[in-house]
């Protein structure tokens, strides 16, 4: 008698970040030292990607 087939999977994972994880991850592009003297400048930019990212909204 043959097995049963198991219950395919439904849907995905929401690949959704979390705004910690999305700035940590966003700043790693910032990892060499000589971006150190830029770094408020580089974390008012995440915070923006932030919100474009957590609004849907795409760069063209």
Not at 34 to 42: H, M, V, Y
């Amino acid at each position: 008698m043959a097995e049963q087939a198991p219950e395919p999977r439904k849907g995905m994972p929401d690949p959704h970040l979390s705004e910690p994880e999305f700035k940590a991850r966003y700043r790693e592009r910032f990892a060499d030292p000589a971006f150190r003297a830029l770094d408020a400048e580089i974390e008012k930019i995440a915070a923006v990607a932030w919100e474009a990212y957590d609004e849907g909204r795409k760069a063209r």
